[in-house]
């Protein structure tokens, strides 16, 4: 079973009960050695006060979410983007996070081109990567299920994520979630191949049924997914980083008590993760 | 464009309006010169007069919907699903199908070892062959979108339906969705190396947003899939058979006359396919 020494909870699992302040003071007190944080959350608290806040509080911050989101319709939509991406890779370096999540990003408005929005993040990434080296914060690109290759994410096995670090060079690795990945026929081939790029590693479940495409994740134990075979064969590539928990859960988990949900994370991480 | 000589439509389409009788009526009526039938409107009709009917109409019947569902808890349950699946090998004898569609099935109630129910599909596929080579009945593995692997079907990429084929040999081919599998970056890889093995492909449309996992998919034109980037890579396969229009839309599709919907799909076929 995992250590509850490695865990860290992405606050997304209880953004409608915390602001960035009162995660980082929950987590914490609830003796929760990390956390991931998302941009919209930050910018409400003040990137100054985040960074005091999880210093006197001693959390590791386990990832910044979220870069990426690059394929655009056009040059200036594009120029944009990087922009922010930047501001993203400067954020995530004042904050020590131990990388920065790409999500990539889908379809441009009105395109079917999926081959073409790969490209772009391709080149996006590739634009990026340069200020990301010199900043000293590394890119975790996330694949992310099928389901969202049209509006969310257009990265969407192991194997590709994996296929662009191998052509984008130092600096890029990926984040592994069990919610994304779990299908994939080739998932152990590919965590085996990934080695030491592995980023990040992210858990929590997925039901049967589940009744929304983003918003209805499972807590660990509750769904499908056998985690800890999966975390096995990410332990086995040598990763000792945090494990995250990231649960959007618009109808349970979201509906709790944060204190309830922290110390549900925490007793599913020891027996399901 | 696509040949309007080339539609069938999957009776699921008009489910909620139509009995088999009635489809089978209200398509051939409309000059729609194929047809795929689902084993629970058959068991209404009975066999014998859906085989009448479809003959007096001049209706080719592109499927039978379905074989599989094979990963089961126990033997008794393997033994009786492999016999209802040697039923519907009888079935698409009779009916003259161009294939009996194959949708393996999911996890077993409380499993959560993927790589062992698809030990089972595989092992189910190897029992039910002989019985329907003996047939003449060729079954068309479909792979579902990776949405489903839990609870519908552990098959989910074209990749994988393939190496079951090679392991499995004659007799045995693919179903191609664009539904599951538009999202596959090595599709067009993929859909080559199956060649003369693609024994039906399946054309609906994938929503921005989808609002239900099962039952949101699109009429062709309204999402984002390329479809006729990916018929192009079908028909370089010398793929000639017919090509299926197979939408469940409860909340949309399914809730219009069926008369609309039928010529519906004919424009977009003409348009979008």
Chains 1, 2 share one sequence.
Not at 133 to 159: K, Q
Request: charged share 25%; with cysteine; aromatic share 6%.
């Amino acid at each position: 079973m995992a250590d509850l020494g490695r865990m860290s909870i992405n606050q997304a699992t209880t953004r409608e009960q915390h602001s960035l302040a009162q995660a980082i003071a929950a987590y914490a007190q609830a003796g929760v050695p990390g956390i991931s944080i998302w941009r919209d959350k930050l910018a409400e608290c003040g990137l100054e006060e985040a960074v005091r806040m999880v210093r006197d509080h001693g959390l590791q911050v386990s990832g910044l979410c979220r870069a990426g989101q690059f394929p655009a319709v056009d040059a200036a939509a594009r120029q944009a983007c990087l922009d922010d991406n930047k501001n993203a890779v400067d954020q995530a370096a004042v904050l020590g996070a131990d990388c920065l999540i790409v999500v990539a990003g889908g379809l441009p408005e009105g395109s079917k081109d999926l081959p073409g929005a790969r490209l772009m993040i391709r080149d996006s990434l590739g634009a990026l990567l340069p200020y990301a080296r010199a900043a000293g914060v590394t890119l975790a690109i996330e694949p992310l299920h099928p389901m969202y290759a049209g509006d969310r994410c257009a990265i969407n096995t192991l194997s590709q994520a994996l296929d662009l670090c191998d052509e984008l060079g130092a600096g890029v690795g990926v984040a592994v979630d069990v919610y994304h990945l779990w299908w994939d026929p080739i998932l152990q081939a590919q965590i085996k191949r990934a080695g030491d790029r592995i980023l990040a590693f992210h858990v929590c479940d997925w039901l049967v049924p589940t009744t929304d495409l983003l918003l209805d994740r499972g807590m660990m134990g509750d769904g499908v997914i056998d985690i800890p075979k999966i975390r096995e064969w990410v332990d086995d590539t040598g990763y000792d980083g945090l494990i995250e928990v990231e649960i959007f859960s618009a109808e349970n988990w979201w509906k709790r008590p944060g204190g309830e949900v922290i110390r549900t994370c925490q007793e599913r991480f020891n027996k399901n993760v």
